[in-house]
Nanobody, 129 residues
Framework: QVQLVESGGGLVQPGGTLRLSCAAS????????IGWFRQAPGKEREGVACISNSGGATYYADSVKGRFTISRDNAKNTAFLQISRLKPEDTAVYYC??????????????????????WGQGTQVTVSS
């Protein structure tokens, strides 16, 4: 069964750090670029970052630059999103997505929506004291 599964979300205090994981099964993640998105209650989905198949290229939305770090471990078929200095406005459901073409998923991340090969089901991140 082909799927992406996010994990690592939860309740965290402002200023804390969280690392989200995106594990692929049923396909080889190394063949795909990865994007991370988030959707806060009552808001549209926002693309936050993406990484190329090899990990050599990354893109970050301006709103998250300096606090979010995207990475991947192709040997473990897993990608990651580390979020530091968490703010209440980071509260959202975080989704990962995979697409074989890095420029294509970059466009989707910039737009916040669009076609990709696979979506995960999301993991909730809540930032609150």
């Amino acid at each position: 069964q082909v799927q992406l599964v996010e994990s690592g979300g939860g309740l965290v205090q402002p200023g804390g750090t969280l690392r989200l994981s995106c594990a692929a099964s049923g396909f080889t993640l190394e063949n795909y670029a990865i994007g991370w998105f988030r959707q806060a209650p009552g808001k549209e989905r926002e693309g936050v970052a993406c990484i190329s198949n090899s990990g050599g290229a990354t893109y970050y939305a301006d709103s998250v630059k300096g606090r979010f770090t995207i990475s991947r471990d192709n040997a473990k078929n897993t990608a990651f999103l580390q979020i530091s200095r968490l703010k209440p406005e980071d509260t959202a459901v975080y989704y990962c997505a995979a697409d074989q073409i890095y420029p294509d998923i970059t466009r989707v991340v910039r737009a916040g929506t669009g076609p990709v090969d696979y979506w995960g089901q999301g993991t909730q991140v809540t930032v609150s004291s």
